[in-house]
C-alpha cells in the first residue's frame, strides 16, 4: 500500500504540522489533527500543504516520525503535532486549568444503569494488587473525612432516602415501673434511655 508524508504551515502563526497518510494524494485526505483542520476551516488562506514524499506506507511512517524527533514536535511550541511518531501523546495546548476542569466535569457525571452494569461486569473477578487496594482505602477514608457529619448521615446514613417518621425523638423509660416510651419531651417520672430490662 502507498502513502505519503505531508507538511503543513500556518503562515499566520508560523506553526507547522507534519503528517503522514496511508492513500494517494488526491483521495481527498487533508489531515488527522482536529485543531488544524478547525484552524483550516476558520483561516483557509493561511494554511500552505505540501507533500513532502510518496512511497511504501511504511516508509513514510518510518520517514514522518524522523522529521517529527528531529524537532522534538510534540513539545515544540511551533508545532501543532502532539507525538513525535511513538504514539505518545503529550497536551501541549491544554492548561492545568482546563484538564482539572474535564476532570471534575467527567468524575461528577451520573452513569445510567446500563453504564454500572458494563462497569460491575467488566471489574467481577478482577485481582487488585496490595497497593491498589491501600490507595483505594485511602481515598475513601480521605473523601469521607472532608465531609461534615450532616453529610456524612445523608450520604452514608442506614435511612439514606428514607422518610424517618421518629426523627427527633428519643427512648425514654421510668426507672420504678420499666414502661418504655419513644417521644420528642421526656414524659415525667421519666429518664432517658430504654433502661434495663424489668427483672
Same mark, same amino acid.
Given at each position: 500500500?502507498? &502513502?505519503?508524508?505531508y507538511?503543513?504551515?500556518?503562515?499566520? #502563526? %508560523?506553526?507547522? *504540522?507534519?503528517? $503522514?497518510?496511508?492513500?494517494?494524494?488526491?483521495?481527498?485526505y487533508?489531515?488527522?489533527?482536529? +485543531?488544524?483542520?478547525?484552524?483550516?476551516?476558520?483561516?483557509?488562506?493561511?494554511?500552505?500543504?505540501v +507533500?513532502?514524499?510518496? !512511497?511504501?506506507?511504511?516508509?513514510?511512517?518510518?520517514?514522518?516520525?524522523?522529521?517529527?524527533? /528531529?524537532?522534538?514536535? /510534540?513539545v515544540?511550541?511551533?508545532?501543532?503535532?502532539?507525538?513525535? !511518531?511513538?504514539?505518545?501523546? *503529550?497536551?501541549?495546548?491544554?492548561?492545568?486549568?482546563?484538564?482539572? @476542569?474535564?476532570?471534575? !466535569? +467527567?468524575?461528577?457525571?451520573?452513569?445510567?444503569?446500563? #453504564? @454500572? $452494569?458494563?462497569?460491575?461486569?467488566? #471489574?467481577?473477578?478482577?485481582?487488585? %494488587?496490595i %497497593?491498589?487496594?491501600?490507595?483505594?482505602?485511602?481515598?475513601? +477514608?480521605? #473523601?469521607?473525612? %472532608?465531609?461534615? $457529619?450532616?453529610?456524612? /448521615?445523608?450520604?452514608? &446514613?442506614?435511612?439514606?432516602?428514607? $422518610?424517618?417518621?421518629?426523627? !427527633? *425523638?428519643?427512648? *425514654?423509660?421510668?426507672?420504678i415501673?420499666?414502661e418504655?416510651?419513644?417521644?420528642?419531651?421526656?414524659?415525667?417520672?421519666f429518664? @432517658? &434511655?430504654?433502661?434495663?430490662?424489668?427483672?
Open positions: 500500500m502507498t &502513502g505519503y508524508v507538511f503543513i504551515e500556518d503562515t499566520q #502563526h %508560523s506553526k507547522f *504540522y507534519i503528517g $503522514s497518510h496511508k492513500g494517494t494524494v488526491n483521495d481527498g487533508i489531515c488527522s489533527s482536529k +485543531i488544524v483542520k478547525e484552524q483550516m476551516k476558520e483561516r483557509p488562506s493561511d494554511f500552505r500543504r +507533500i513532502v514524499a510518496i !512511497g511504501t506506507y511504511e516508509d513514510m511512517i518510518s520517514l514522518e516520525s524522523s522529521l517529527l524527533r /528531529k524537532v522534538n514536535a /510534540k515544540n511550541p511551533n508545532y501543532y503535532n502532539l507525538h513525535n !511518531g511513538d504514539g505518545k501523546f *503529550y497536551c501541549k495546548f491544554r492548561t492545568k486549568e482546563s484538564i482539572e @476542569k474535564s476532570r471534575k !466535569g +467527567i468524575l461528577g457525571r451520573p452513569l445510567s444503569e446500563q #453504564h @454500572k $452494569s458494563k462497569l460491575r461486569k467488566s #471489574h467481577t473477578g478482577k485481582k487488585r %494488587s %497497593s491498589h487496594v491501600a490507595n483505594m482505602k485511602k481515598s475513601r +477514608i480521605k #473523601h469521607y473525612t %472532608s465531609l461534615t $457529619s450532616e453529610q456524612r /448521615k445523608d450520604k452514608y &446514613g442506614k435511612n439514606k432516602g428514607k $422518610s424517618i417518621k421518629n426523627k !427527633g *425523638y428519643n427512648w *425514654y423509660h421510668n426507672p415501673t420499666w418504655q416510651k419513644m417521644t420528642n419531651e421526656c414524659p415525667k417520672g429518664v @432517658k &434511655g430504654r433502661g434495663k430490662v424489668s427483672p
